[in-house]
Structure formats: C-alpha cells, structure tokens
C-alpha cells in the first residue's frame, strides 16, 4: 500500500465557510482521495488553517510557516511514496504583498524541501504533485475574504502549472472541479471538497502507474 502526505491549509483541514468548523470526514478531501483510491493508498491529511507556502504569520495559535512544518510532517510520516501540495490562498493576503508571484516562490522552497530532505533510507524521495487551489470569489461585502484579490487567485493556476512543468513534477488545477463559497469568498463547500478528492485520484494513479 502507497503512503500519501496531503500537506496544506484550511482547504485541506476541510474548513466550513458557514460555521468555520470542520467538514464532516466523509467530504475532507484527504479522505475522499484515499476512499476513491480503494485501499491502494493510505492518505495522511496535513492541514491547518492559515498556513502559507513559506511566509511567518504569528497572527494564529500556531506556527503556518508551511516551510517549517513541511520538513516536520516529512519527519514524521516518511517513508512516503507521494507528497501532494495545495497552498498559495493564504499566500495573497495583502501582509505578503498580495500578489501570486510570492505564492510560487514559496512553492518552488517546498519543492526544494521534498527532493532533497534526509529521507531514510536516502533514495526514498518520494513523487511530488502540486495543486493550485480554487480562485478566490466575490464575498459579501464584494471581495474575498481578508482583503484577497479575485485576479491574482486566478493567477494561481498557470504559474504552478509553469513551474510544474520546470522542476518535473505533476500538476492538478483544482478550480477545474471546485470553486470557493460565496458565503466568505475563500473556502469550500462541504461538495466542492469532496470533488477535488474524487477528481484527484486519477492523477495519482498514474503518477504511481
């Protein structure tokens, strides 16, 4: 049986728009993709609100540096056979400039992190998929929450995409199935993030093809 890091933020952790708890498990999409996959994967859900790609934010209860905890999560549950990421929403809050060009710089430093961490054994490097996470919507008062831009989340997409393609690693656009809840403009339905879980298992069935 494969072993799957899903490592991310609050779209990851299955974050409720309407209430800002939890998702029931059956729609997490860690847990939709390791159901889909049918027992060939176990899927280890690495989620936390307000986690950025590689940013400090001493604004929550725990560290979000996702450059910190990556190497912490690696740690802890290598070996692994795939690790897939999906960050970059909290990357565009306007205290990290609000712009997408932070998001993949920090995407390419995980990047980093999964190819050359100290793996035991050394050649248990395991496969990397990134994924771009829906573009923020209109909220409420008009704009995503937290003073996100709806363009620069647009952007997302084909910048990971570029650098995807650049380093050698497998890419997935979940705007293709999911899109964020009008509700605050950033998070998920409890359907969106079951649909990026079922849509997910085809492309980790052929990166382990």
Known sequence: MKTILAFGDSLTWGADPTTGLRHPIAYRW????????????????????????CYDDHTGPSCRNGAK???VALASHMPLDLVIIMLGTNDLKPVF????????????????????FPYKPKTAVPRLLIVAPPPCVA??????????????SERLAPLYQALATELGHAFFDAGRVAKA?????????AEATQAIGQALAAPVRTIFA
């Open 30 to 53: 860690p847990d939709v993709l390791e159901r889909e996959l049918g027992g060939e994967a176990r899927v280890i859900s690495e989620g936390l609100g307000g986690r950025t790609t």
């Open 181 to 189: 809840s009008p509700i605050d403009g950033v998070h998920l339905s």
């Open 97 to 116: 400039g609000g712009q997408a060009e932070p998001a993949v710089s920090g995407m390419r430093r995980l990047v980093q992190i999964v190819e050359t």
């Open 69 to 71: 905890a990556l190497q």
């Open 139 to 152: 909220g409420p008062s008009g704009t995503p929450a937290a003073g996100r831009r709806i363009a620069e």
